[in-house]
T-cell receptor, first 111, second 112 residues
Framework: GENVEQHPSTLSVQEGDSAVIKCTYS??????FPWYKQELGKGPQLIID?????GEKKDQRIAVTLNKTAKHFSLHITETQPEDSAVYFC??????????FGTGTRLQVFP | DGGITQSPKYLFRKEGQNVTLSCEQN?????MYWYRQDPGQGLRLIYY???????QKGDIAEGYSVSREKKESFPLTVTSAQKNPTAFYLC???????????FGPGTRLTVL
């Protein structure tokens, strides 16, 4: 069935460094790829998303890249800050289908 | 103040009891979803509804039931048939299935 793999499961970086989280999807028909940030005890919040007709999208310090041929997409956070510490989830879906989530990455940014 | 609300935040129940989790949204969204989150795992879809009076099973629907009698409400009942109900439950909504999902704050259910 459809599957999204996410790596790494934990990531520790020094404040100011960059962080990269990678996801691979199995369904070649997937065309929507959102990234969510979840802080402790709260619901996930969308931070950025990308559709299959775009290869890269940026929003200030965060960016997402998509490689449709290899079926993987990545989240890049530059100049990390302690408030970036959270669990990040990637997801993939087809046009009108349900989201399939990755298993999450716990990011810790040390001051 | 628009948004999606879930209540209660924490819920404790004895084994064998049914329990209903509330989810309300005032975003005028047609689609609503219920997810279960366990430690070290991603969000898994329990049920979803694309329109009032209609809903479909997700990947882990066994032991759960839902209703969608009103556009703004999508309650989830965890029945005694659910073998391992202790988890964090998240409700979400979207204007339509092709658009982003907005999540509520979640309900942590503990079955004793």
């Amino acid at each position: 069935g459809e599957n999204v793999e996410q790596h790494p499961s934990t990531l520790s970086v020094q404040e100011g460094d960059s962080a990269v989280i990678k996801c691979t999807y199995s369904d070649s028909a997937s065309n929507y790829f959102p990234w969510y940030k979840q802080e402790l005890g709260k619901g996930p919040q969308l931070i950025i998303d990308i559709r299959s007709n775009v290869g890269e999208k940026k929003d200030q310090r965060i960016a997402v890249t998509l490689n449709k041929t290899a079926k993987h997409f990545s989240l890049h956070i530059t100049e990390t800050q302690p408030e970036d510490s959270a669990v990040y989830f990637c997801a993939a879906s087809r046009h009108t289908d349900k989201l399939i989530f990755g298993t999450g990455t716990r990011l810790q940014v040390f001051p | 103040d628009g948004g999606i609300t879930q209540s209660p935040k924490y819920l404790f129940r004895k084994e064998g009891q049914n329990v209903t989790l509330s989810c309300e949204q005032n975003l005028n969204h047609d689609a609503m979803y219920w997810y279960r989150q366990d430690p070290g795992q991603g969000l898994r879809l329990i049920y979803y509804s694309q329109i009032v009076n209609d809903f479909q099973k997700g990947d882990i629907a066994e032991g759960y039931s839902v209703s969608r009698e009103k556009k703004e409400s999508f309650p989830l009942t965890v029945t005694s048939a659910q073998k391992n109900p202790t988890a964090f439950y998240l409700c979400a909504s979207s204007i339509d299935p092709r658009r982003e999902q907005f999540f509520g704050p979640g309900t942590r259910l503990t079955v004793l």
